[in-house]
T-cell receptor
Framework: EPEVTQTPSHQVTQMGQEVILRCVPI?????FYWYRQILGQKVEFLVS????????KSEIFDDQFSVERPDGSNFTLKIRSTKLEDSAMYFCASIGLGQETQYFGPGTRLLVL | DAKTTQPPSMDCAEGRAANLPCNHSTISGNEYVYWYRQIHSQGPQYIIH???NNETNEMASLIITEDRKSSTLILPHATLRDTAVYYCIVRVLNSGGSNYKLTFGKGTLLTVNP
């Protein structure tokens, strides 16, 4: 069964460093998402991406964040200068054209020290 | 977004049916009810969704009341591996059709006991 994959599973970085979280959505899916979950809190929507552009973003998704689909398979989330409060689980999700269900990846646990 | 209300926690005995309720009294006519679960900080896992009719798949059944103001997710024979946080989500439909964001609440922590 096709699934969303994410790398790395864990990332530890120093405050102020740039990180790139990678996702491989399900093949042929066209809509891509990033969510995050701070420890003990709700899963929060960050951004949606379609046709090589952002279709919606939340207030959390400020200028420090960017997304990109650099090739036909990867979907990345970049945090330019990490802060302590960026420590969270980051989940990628995707959905196919005409479909009704988002499928999530296993997540990347980001720890900013 | 239509708001959902779920009990914070529930217990269920292994092998018994788990019935998880959800209230969504402000749901609009074109909004779907989705259920996801999250097992110990893993990625949310899709379970089932519906609009107005009851739905069943290999994982669960979804019962939606006639007025659509509430629904119940039923796990017919709960196992220990079903221990998870269960989220009832009303889908916000973007103008882009398939493109929509999910708004998660706190969900219900279902604990299946041996």
């Amino acid at each position: 069964e096709p699934e969303v994959t994410q790398t790395p599973s864990h990332q530890v970085t120093q405050m102020g460093q740039e990180v790139i979280l990678r996702c491989v959505p399900i093949s042929n899916h066209l809509y891509f998402y990033w969510y995050r979950q701070i420890l003990g809190q709700k899963v929060e929507f960050l951004v949606s991406f379609y046709n090589n552009e952002i279709s919606e973003k939340s207030e959390i998704f400020d200028d420090q964040f960017s997304v990109e689909r650099p090739d036909g398979s990867n979907f990345t989330l970049k945090i330019r200068s990490t802060k302590l409060e960026d420590s969270a689980m980051y989940f990628c999700a995707s959905i196919g054209l005409g479909q009704e269900t988002q499928y999530f990846g296993p997540g990347t646990r980001l720890l900013v020290l | 977004d239509a708001k959902t209300t779920q009990p914070p926690s529930m217990d269920c005995a292994e092998g018994r049916a788990a019935n998880l309720p959800c209230n969504h009294s402000t749901i609009s006519g074109n909004e779907y009810v989705y259920w996801y679960r999250q097992i110990h900080s893993q990625g949310p896992q899709y379970i089932i969704h519906g609009l107005k009719n009851n739905e069943t798949n290999e994982m669960a059944s979804l019962i939606i009341t006639e007025d659509r103001k509430s629904s119940t997710l039923i796990l017919p024979h709960a196992t220990l591996r079903d221990t998870a946080v269960y989220y009832c989500i009303v889908r916000v439909l973007n103008s882009g059709g398939s493109n929509y964001k999910l708004t998660f609440g706190k969900g219900t922590l279902l604990t299946v006991n041996p």
